[in-house]
């Protein structure tokens, strides 16, 4: 009775019901690809090409499935990461070690990024994480890193997803892993970005644009791996409704950048169910292998499970490594 009570008390505050629905459908996603390049040839070999999905803390999965990738001499020819996959993906680029990428994670305090005194458009000081990526990965560029890197990011005044593959490491893990009403937004280069995650969870296309024959998936999101509650579904709905009920009026002021907090929000929830409605292209046939490291164990804002993240990682790309190493040893 006392969850239902709370339940009730929810619904009868339409804005915080329409906060709590952005968080509720933010990765029901697709893809949308910007001009991209091609791999260098190595020996003939195939090209492994590893996507790091968004999922916040749940993230920490991937650092297990790079050691165990790293373990059985598995080549990392392109890493994609989109949201924490940015930040994982963009740590192992710029050349730390497993070890040291969780000696990072274990002294991150997910309450150091709080700030109370400032303009409200997330919870979050983006700021602060900024200078966290600043202290840890100076000021390199993502074409000078020791592995090739994307990052994914959505501009959500242009709606289309960016994909940075040059420019500075920080800005774009920054943009990349902003989530709308968590994180305040990046405006870069006259772009409003926030989370990668918004447009796309698979970027497979993108994989292939740039030579990648054989592509792997560490795949951590919210919504395709952890079971969701009623509550839950119900915010989903309340959300679409919203944007149905709003969406011709919020388009006549599609050129509006004022950077408050329903303008990001509302943007962001017409782009996913815009997404979601005109481009259901991706094929997961053309995904190799799908590792699917979690399921409830981690919750999104989990940052103190550092060790239980990467041990599941490594768990579950311990189950297809046999079948990665084969793959490759196959003619291409």
């Not at 993240?309 to 990665?324: D, M, Q």
């Amino acid at each position: 009775m006392k969850r239902l009570k709370i339940y009730k008390e929810i619904f009868k505050r339409p804005f915080l019901v329409f906060l709590l629905a952005i968080f509720a459908v933010l990765l029901i996603q697709k893809d949308i690809y910007a001009d991209a390049g091609t791999l260098p040839n190595k020996n003939n070999r195939h090209k492994v090409a590893l996507i790091l999905t968004g999922g916040a803390a749940r993230g920490l999965c991937h650092i297990g499935v790079i050691n165990v990738l790293e373990e059985y001499g598995v080549p990392i020819d392109l890493l994609i990461g989109i949201s924490m996959g940015s930040i994982v993906g963009g740590y192992y680029a710029y050349g730390y070690s497993v070890d040291k990428m969780l000696e990072i994670a274990r002294g991150f305090k997910l309450s150091s990024l709080i700030e109370i005194d400032r303009p409200f458009t997330g919870f979050l000081s983006g700021e602060k994480l900024e200078k966290i990526f600043i202290r840890d990965v100076d000021r390199v560029n993502i074409e000078d890193l020791k592995k090739k890197l994307l990052i994914i990011a959505t501009d959500i005044t242009d709606q289309k997803m960016v994909v940075f593959d040059r420019g500075p490491l920080y800005i774009a893990m920054r943009a990349s892993s902003a989530i709308p009403g968590v994180f305040d937004p990046v405006v870069y280069n006259g772009k409003v970005l926030v989370d990668g995650g918004v447009l796309t969870k698979y970027p497979i296309d993108l994989a292939k644009k740039f030579g990648a024959d054989i592509i792997i998936v560490s795949n951590v999101s919210v919504s395709q791996t952890m079971p969701r509650s009623r509550l839950v579904n119900r915010l989903i709905e309340v959300g679409r409704e919203y944007v149905d009920r709003h969406i011709d009026r919020f388009m006549l002021n599609k050129y509006n950048r004022e950077l408050n907090l329903k303008n990001i929000l509302f943007r962001t929830l017409m782009l996913i169910e815009t997404s979601h409605r005109i481009d259901k292209s991706v094929n997961l046939k053309d995904i190799d292998f799908m590792i699917e490291p979690v399921s409830d164990e981690i919750k999104p804002f989990d940052f103190y499970k550092v060790d239980e993240g990467y041990e599941l990682g490594r768990k579950a790309t311990l189950k297809v490594i046999n079948g990665i190493v084969k793959r490759l040893k196959e003619p291409r």
